[in-house]
């Protein structure tokens, strides 16, 4: 598994580390069509300069979007330091607000957790860890949520993100993100418990 980048925020502050040269916030590709305003809307020229047909798609009302564009997919696992007590409230703002419009916008959510004690191990006394890993179809899908609005539009949907964001910026003492890129097992994990029942040769004598 191939580690590619990290950033680190604290208390809404990002500190930045090397990232890949070249890599623009590049409009992506997806199958999904955005929702928005029912209003009339001439669409942007195809050779209007994609940071151009950026800014005018997030300015107001619904998205058209391209067809999906191949990449190599990654999975970004982001970590955050909440207020102790907070998962919940953290939890449900990500699942009613965040995570239905970055599935909109192609994302796929793999799953989010705080982080608990091990054997012999304590919880920190004044925050919670939250871990959450994530699905993008490329670095450049990735860069290109960060303008959520341009593939999505600014919906209702998108409002509900807003909202939802800042309930999670209220909860966050300090955060950073990790890009990884590997391989995706096809089957997830399962646990099966031994009975306890006991067994013996269907041919031994029996008492």
């Keep these: 598994m191939k580690f590619t980048q990290s950033m680190k925020f604290r208390h809404g502050r990002a500190v930045r580390r090397p990232f890949l040269a070249g890599l623009a916030a590049s409009l992506t590709a997806l199958a999904a069509c955005a929702s928005g305003p029912a209003v009339s809307q001439e669409a942007v020229s195809q050779e209007t300069p994609p940071a151009t047909r950026a800014v005018v798609a997030g300015a107001a009302g619904p998205v058209r979007n391209e067809t999906p564009r191949a990449g190599e997919e990654i999975v970004t696992i982001r970590y955050w330091k909440i207020r102790k007590g907070t998962f919940p409230e953290f939890l449900k703002a990500s699942q ?112």
């Design 96 to 207: 009613d607000g965040v995570w239905p419009y970055f599935e909109k916008i192609g994302a796929r959510v793999v799953g989010m957790w705080r982080a608990v004690p091990g054997p012999g191990e304590t919880a920190p006394a004044d925050y919670d860890e939250v871990y959450l890993m994530t699905r993008y179809a490329s670095l450049e899908h990735w860069a290109a949520t960060r303008n959520a609005a341009a593939m999505g539009g600014d919906g209702p949907d998108f409002q509900a993100l807003q909202d939802a964001l800042a309930v999670r910026r209220a909860l966050t003492l300090e955060t950073r993100l990790t890009f990884v890129q590997g391989f995706t097992g096809p089957v997830g994990p399962v646990y099966m418990p031994g009975t306890g029942e006991r067994f013996a040769p269907v041919d031994a004598p029996q008492p």
